[in-house]
């Protein structure tokens, strides 16, 4: 897995934006949106509004994630990537509590995560969604099933060190073996794997 995960990173490198390390998110948006770029990753539904302000005409696909050289294992990725933590000894702790209730139980609650986030909402809902991408992705899982999304339970630390290890991959610093091998040195280091 290890392999195509490199593989990945090399094929978006390779057709990406010319400085991907500079790029943020409103430059990667604007350009899709213009036709400066054929696609973008790891990106959902969120960036569409935004998008189509830029390009009102524009035409937007989705797929899944290419995990292996059969392109039936391309799969839309799903499950929860977010939680909520609420502080049981708030002195707010109700409201909190009520808030949560009325934003996952009300009209317009179930509403904000289709409208308003651009988002698969986290709860049972018949609310459709305009966005293209939740679209054409409810109609990809339907058709072909989805797959896990796999989540890396570890600390922020271990977050800021992978991304500095990646970009010293992407500027050519690393290469694969030294970026794997850096990884698993700071996986340890930074109590990686989880408390």
Known sequence: MTHNFFDFIDLAKKYGDK???????????AAFANGEAAMTLGQGAWIEADCLKINPDLKIGFNGYPVSDHAADCKVIAGSDQAL???KDSKNLQAVLDFVNYWYTSDYGKSWFTRVA??????????????????QGNELAEKNG??????????DSWHQAFGQIMQSYLTGTYDKDQACSEIEKQWKATDGQGE
Do not use: F, N, R, W
Not at 118 to 135: A, F, H
Not at 146 to 155: E, V
């Open 118 to 135: 651009g988002v698969v909402p986290p709860i049972k809902t018949t609310e459709q969604s305009d966005y293209e991408v939740i679209k």
């Open 85 to 87: 933590h609420v502080y």
């Open 146 to 155: 989805t797959g896990a999304l796999a989540i890396c339970y570890s600390t």
């Open 19 to 29: 400085k991907p390390l500079e790029t943020d998110l409103s430059a990667e948006e």
